[in-house]
């Protein structure tokens, strides 16, 4: 650990209320506060609490009034429909001042919900700050999620108004979201007052009713609206857990905390400063698009990108080039899906010459462990710092980084780095002993928390308590596995439940995913364990290979089988692959590990709600049955 970093991480564990009091001055406050952090009743934190401000005008306004009002502050790019559209921080301001006017004409209030389900669009991000500027607390849900999951949050949520559009689109498909909208409202329990929809040139639907209108309708005679004074620990959103069984798992945001510790990590974590262009690909329907592409950038000041399209397919593997080139992308966010993706299509990186990319020093990737591999063939294509790091959606922002902005560590291969200041981790054991350098075992971050992270759960206190602080007491439960190494590096492997025992031997699937993708002709893989009677788990891989292999299935199994004997060791039991076309995977790009798991076990599983493409998981079992892996039913 670096002296410069090693300070400053120093003292937000020592002193995290005087680290973060200082920092806080950062952020514009109609009332700043007197008191930093409130401790009286754990594990319920409480930072900022008599502080006043609003998050709209800190993403939008305080620049306006610091000069910044024509400064380019959201560029859209829709490789999809082929439009591109730049917006000031004055006309973004004018457009969010007008629609919270469109808001509080139609009923909405400090305090009340709004559902928004609505694809990569600008609306979607004038809608989240609109909601924000009226104390509103927004909800939202990933466009074309199905009807009944869309039903499940407007109960859990109780909103007032359901903000959407007629489509959105996908490579080669259309995906309406009027008949799922109408599915889900004519379902739930709870039932919204007005419904806004915004007509997709092309693509209009009709509307019902008197309750049902278009974006222009709502917007007539539409006056700018001031923001409101917000208390901090009043909820800027909810946003609710995916893959989840049962009630959905509704994560709050605090509005003091949040745009204190999101404006810090722009310059401190990503090193982006006021001037740059930043992009983060993912879906305003997760918590990266939430956190950056959306708060983190406008807190900020700095020029953030909206992209409508996929890594691949939007027309071609070189699309991430091309916005890179284009827009002067300083720094790119994404998931590492997304690069094995690029990979598979374009091992050789042939799209990627045609681009000039001199202004690009940095990638980051999250969502899911980067495996080495593919982060070393990033690293040599791109010739930048490729940095893996770790973070969740109930903590808002990375809990493990290298801190560009800080000062840059030594990278290793498959590690998301140190820990982020603000987060105190350790690695705990089941007899909640701490384990020792490299030994493995459960992952926690002791408590308090840092600012931004979750408070609680929407109307459901006892469920934060016992879900995620009860397992192991003054500490918050990451349900992550994994190590910190000699040097304080942090080791993601795996979920917790992606552990898998053989024969008493507790194995990280990661390790095992890590010695698989490094195969010459391995896109991506996935390691589950299957059930067996005489060793309890045995791993089984998938694998899925890079386009225009020639070498045989075959050779390819046995020689990945003899790669995790060799750097595993013959105590994984490591004795069967296979290869398969495609992975399951979430629309955020997780492999649905759990899913395969259970196909594998035949066991019985729910269509999980996030799923990208259903018809894998028929091809998984088709693909498991022909290689005689189970039986066909």
């Known amino acids: 650990m670096s002296i410069k970093f090693k300070e400053i991480y120093n003292n937000s564990i020592k002193d995290p209320e005087k680290f973060w009091e200082d920092i806080s001055k950062d952020i514009f406050w109609y009332k700043k506060p007197s008191k930093i952090l409130n401790k009286s009743n754990p594990p319920f934190y409480r930072w900022f609490e008599d502080g ?9 306004d305080i620049h306006i009034q610091n000069g910044l009002g024509d400064k380019t502050a959201l560029i859209y790019d829709s490789p999809i429909t082929g439009k591109k559209s730049k917006f000031t921080f004055s006309n973004l301001k004018e457009k969010v001042a007008k629609f919270a006017w469109a808001l509080q004409n139609q009923g909405v209030n400090k305090g009340d919900r709004v559902i928004i389900y609505m694809p990569m669009i600008p609306e979607a991000v004038i809608a989240m700050l609109a909601c924000g500027r009226i104390g509103a607390i927004h909800s939202v849900v990933f466009g074309g999620f199905a009807a009944n999951e869309l039903a499940s949050r407007i109960d859990d949520s109780k909103a007032k108004i359901l903000v959407t559009a007629s489509c959105g689109f996908e490579p080669g498909r259309t995906v309406k979201y009027k008949p799922l909208v109408d599915k889900a409202l004519e379902i739930a329990k ?11 040139e092309g693509n209009e639907v009709d509307l019902n009713n008197k309750n049902e209108l278009s974006w222009d309708d709502a917007l007539k005679g539409a006056q700018e609206l001031d923001c409101v004074e917000m208390n901090a620990n009043d909820f800027a959103y909810i946003l609710y857990t995916s893959g989840t069984t049962g009630i959905p798992k509704g994560i709050v945001r605090d509005i003091g905390g949040h745009i204190v510790a999101l404006k810090w990590t722009m310059k401190n974590i990503y090193n982006i400063n006021q001037n740059d262009v930043w992009w983060s690909a993912s879906d305003i329907g997760w918590i990266v698009g939430h956190s950056y592409i959306v708060y983190a950038p406008l807190f900020k000041g700095c ?52 681009y000039d990319l001199s202004c690009f020093e940095s990638l980051f990737l999250a969502g899911e462990r980067a495996d080495p591999d593919t982060l070393k063939w990033a690293e040599s294509l791109l010739k930048v710092p ?4 770790w973070w969740q959606t109930e903590t808002s922002w990375a809990i493990s980084s290298n801190c560009t902005g800080i000062e840059m560590q030594n990278t290793k291969y498959g590690s998301a780095c140190m820990p982020v200041p603000g987060y105190n981790v350790k690695v705990l054991k089941t007899d909640k002993t701490e384990a020792k350098a490299n030994e493995m075992g459960d992952i926690v971050v002791k408590l308090p928390l840092p ?45 917790t439940d992606d552990i898998i025992n053989v024969a008493g031997h507790r194995l990280s699937t990661g390790a095992i995913e890590e010695v698989l993708s490094e195969h010459k002709s391995v896109a991506e893989c996935a390691v589950l364990g299957m059930a067996d009677t005489l060793k309890g788990q045995l791993p089984i891989g998938l694998l899925a290979l890079k386009a225009g292999v020639k070498q045989s299935n075959e050779e390819i199994v046995k020689e990945c089988i003899q790669m995790v004997r060799n750097k595993v060791g013959p105590v994984a039991a490591f004795k069967t692959a296979i290869v398969v076309k495609r992975l399951p995977k979430t629309r955020s790009g997780k492999i649905l590990r759990g899913t395969i798991r259970k196909i594998a076990d035949n066991e019985e599983y729910k269509m999980p709600a996030t799923i990208d493409d259903p018809t894998i998981l028929t091809e998984i079992k088709e693909d498991l049955i022909n290689n005689n892996i189970i039986k066909n039913d």
């Not at 709870?190 to 997709?200: A, D, F, M, N």
């Not at 490729?386 to 790091?389: E, G, L, N, R």
């Open 52 to 60: 006043t401000t609003n998050t709209c005008f800190n993403a939008l």
């Open 190 to 200: 709870h039932k919204t007052e007005k419904l806004i929809l915004y007509q997709r």
């Open 303 to 354: 020029t953030t990108v909206l992209f409508e399209g996929k890594p691949v397919g939007t027309p071609d593997a070189g699309v991430f080039w091309r916005v890179i080139s284009e827009h002067k992308i300083k720094s790119l966010f994404t998931a590492p899906t997304a690069f094995r993706a690029i990979k598979k299509e374009d091992p050789e990186g042939k799209f990627f010459s045609k």
């Open 386 to 389: 490729v940095i893996d790091h």
């Open 451 to 495: 600012p931004g992270t979750f408070p609680t759960l929407w109307n459901a206190d006892e469920r934060y308590k016992k879900t995620y602080m009860s397992n192991y007491e003054g500490y918050y439960q990451t349900y992550d596995a994994g190590h910190i190494d000699e040097d304080g590096y942090v080791w993601i492997m795996s979920r």
